[in-house]
C-alpha cells in the first residue's frame, strides 16, 4: 500500500481532534484551505466524522484517531533515538 496525498491530508485533519473531550468537535470554514475541506468531506464518506465540515468523531473515527495518535508518537520518540 502507498500513502498518497490525499491519505496524508486526511491524517493532517484527524489530528485535529483532540480525544480529551468527546465534547468538542472540528469544524472547516469554507474558508479553509481546498486540501483540508476534501479531506474532511472524504473522513465524513468513510464514517470518521459526523458532518462533511467536520463535526464530531464517530465511534470509528475516535478508534482511527486513536490509532494515529499512537503511530505519530512512535514516530517522533524513533527519531527523538536517532
Known sequence: MSINQ???DELDALIHYDLSSM??????HK???????SAMRRLHEKGLVTQSDG???TNLGVETVEHVQKLLSTLRAMNKEA
Do not use: D, H
Request: a neutral charge; hydrophobic letters at 45%; aromatic letters at 10%.
Open 6 to 8: 490525499e491519505f496524508i
Open 31 to 37: 474558508n479553509a484551505g481546498p486540501t483540508m475541506i
Open 23 to 28: 465534547q468538542v468537535g472540528v469544524k472547516v
Open 55 to 57: 463535526g464530531y468523531l
